[in-house]
């Protein structure tokens, strides 16, 4: 009984299919890191493109690239996102002999262990992001890392305006010129609230880039990183810590980036950086949010470079 | 033509079925109140109970009875969410004979205008919830109002610690006594957040609950309401408010039903009442949440009750 | 310096909390099953009652009562989710001094190799629920597990009505009635869908329940499992396997119930069950769903009791 | 006392930012349309870019921009989606005096009353999509309607293989020739599922679009368009409409855009489209979906551009 190739069959006037594919298959997988391995629930995206004459995507084919990579890619001892999403575009490639161009993207929550300010072990959740593009005739892939960390921002105008009006208070209340001293030696309370932020690089040519380094440097940009268990002079020293170093979701989203150019100046110019930054407001049901999407070179021809572009 | 009718089969051997029905059906209404209409797209389930030797509800009579019950109890001058479930209610009883149980839950999201602290006009975003319950020759249906609002809840612990931290520090620095007193008369920084909280009444005699009430009591019991716009004097005076009423979830659902029982004595002991309040933690990268269901009567018998009822 | 306890300070007039505790906290974990690793992310619910007099529970022994359980209870040749939930429920009850009641819940993505229907390996993905509550003074906690698989639902009221439709069409055509009679010796289109289905069993006795078994249990009362990856061959197998076993969502609660009373005759009469399954319509842009929570000993009371207890 | 203006601060040497804005905020409108009025929900996000030298948006003005354009642009008698977004794009400029682009995204549920099958007036749910564009001094902003429909595909592939599978086990089971051309006269089962196809077209000249028509567009290229309720009959026509027309995603997304280029051979060819088709797979846990974006000019050239432009 021969079955009928109905994906196979030809189309003599079409349109090409700019992507076609899989979304949303979980898989677990465990990367074995030098001394902890890391578990991971990747949900993942696979996609081709597709001739104006070739009717379908093999479907299954999706599927057996995925589960043919993880294989090859994860368990081993030197396990890595990278080396899977790469093997992935490239079979994908591989296997659908028609497409030109292949794709992969993967998600999954991610956990740190970290020391807390009162000195607990706890272990923190983040999001980590991977993906792989290529092209026929390309050579190697482009491949991505990106991490999401959420933690404390601190509104920088509210702690001023919240600091000129108690001293307007105090002063009508009788205070003395001392005592109004004070209020320029602390923190006076601002809305706080939780922030989401997103980096991500996508390069080329032959680098090496680590997500916890990546989150690292988005925790120490935002007012502060938030902690699982804070006993009361921990949960102290972090709301201190973040009134300390108010944050709009602009200054966080540039001095990631200060952070990256300044920590990386090995980074190749041609390294796509992605920057988003969301505050859930705490004085607002809506969010606020910032972006910027460049490359290490344009950033690091500096602020002059930047006015100057952005004039036009 | 005849066609079969499967669901109506008879078993002779089976099992009953808790609840069966439709999920999820949505549906734009306009309600009619005096001086404004109301737009409100609903989120609609609605359910019977089934019998164990029926096989199968029929599934189209659902939907057909929450379009009939939309046309006769919305749109018109008095309209209103409890008229409109309570008719699904006893609609599907009507017709689904089979039946001795009838079950409806909508949700929406809702508006209303405000003003700002800044006395800015401004729509603010919540969300209404209503549903009906009736069994086969109960009489009335029971029916439900809710309201979830969010808002503002900034820590009381915290603050408490901070203040004692930032006492110790200016001490250090060599302020004067009369510099310290300061930190006793201003609020000091603690971590803020998006709150949520939910309250719902639900009562089988003839009584009336306005949801604008509900909001009102939610929204007084918060650290502080929050605004869609907010200029620098308005987001000062929000954060101040919110710091000078510090509330941890327990505090929210407690005053929430100590509002409720003081300025709705009116209220029969035997309406359910149910308040969740759920903080987005600033410190944290989980949900601290706190909820009471009770009567109103248990409630009234006081806090003595309450402690002799806990104990055992 | 000495902090001041907030949460701790007493309330001479107030309301018992029903629920006060930690939502969504997230936690990887690796179970060692004979003959494999399974590997879950966790995301976790905690929370004890809080008596009148107690102004606040400490937020932060939640967080910690879990870190201690999975400690004790996971990683270990013999780890298990019941274990973790148990010492979990019981570990809450002793961190909370003030409180009389302990609950958690928890639902992690669960994965299992199966064989294809054209004897691929492939991994499926399901959810899997744990859950204990506890009393002081209960002894040992109430515990619950349960699963969600998602499959195909055919329906069978669709089936039998274009059975009907196909046939008049082809006697209009001039079809002769030995070809009419093709009608009835293959299954003819209908309506599928993925359709999720939740299996849950809670007891208090001394009883093992497999998470595993209960995911067979649903999957072999669906129309048909689903596959990650079907090649032509599987693909049809599904596709005429669904269409030969065609199921309401009500055929599916009951026949669950079926197999759980005659597949498991030593499980006490008090174990609590509730079985909900949800089809994701494909002709229609809302879902159907049906539930059955009961006893199994109410349910062993076969259908006579269900009659009767129905007709009241 | 006058407040500071933090966010108005200069920065003497920093980061363009691609986009800030405000994220998420709802408001209800109703768009009165010749014999209807069209009650949305939107959804809001609106931004703006902003230069190295300016430290902050002013958060508050994006909100002040949504107030005013709503009250300029709906309720009117002629209001329109395109009116509010095209009045949104041009304030967010004119408020936010040191931008240079600007841009606003909405998303709605939207609803259309339809006669189904068996000829029932019904209400139908879709997502409307509308959106803007400007750089300073661009004139005209660049447009964008879209819209989300689901409806039942069905899969060609498992259809025939399906086919043949039936053909040999009746010849086994010993059919007739003339029975066996049963098979060729009749649709025979397959997979069929929820499909969620979007349709988008975004232009900078002077044209119009209905998304009315849009819907209808990517309904009528499904394999059926679902509808709330369906008696017998109508439910057995769905069924067999949609088993007369399987449709691959890929088919989907192609059938529309010829669709688009045959019904509107009116639209400039610098009008931008994107169709995206996601099947629900009811054989597998994953979704498949395809996808293809180009200018209506590009689509114009033929399928022998097509073929031409994608071997290299």
Known sequence: MELPDIQGGSLHQSYRITRVGVRGLKRPVVIHRPGKDVLLVLVIDVMVNLPAEQRGSHMSRHVEVINRSIDAAIGKDHGSLEDLVRRIALDLLESHGYATYAEVQVKADYFREKISPDQRKVVENYVILSGARTSRGQ???SLMIGVEASG???CPCAMETVRTVLADDLRRSGATAEQLEVLNMIPV???NQKNRTTLSLEWTSEMKVDADELIDIVERNLSSPTYEILKRAG????VLDAHRKPQFVEDIVRDIIDDVLSTHPEL????????????????????AFAER??????LREGSRH?????IH
Chains 1, 2, 3, 4 share one sequence.
Do not use: N, R, Y
């Open 293 to 298: 999407t460049s490359t290490l070179g344009e």
């Open 268 to 287: 190749p110019d041609d390294v796509q950086i992605k920057v988003c930054s969301v505050s859930e407001e705490s004085i607002h049901k809506h969010d």
């Open 306 to 310: 930047e006015k100057e572009t952005f």
């Open 139 to 141: 050579g190697s892939p």
């Open 235 to 238: 949960e102290a020293s972090v």
């Open 152 to 154: 404390m921002s601190a």
């Open 189 to 191: 309370p601002t809305h």
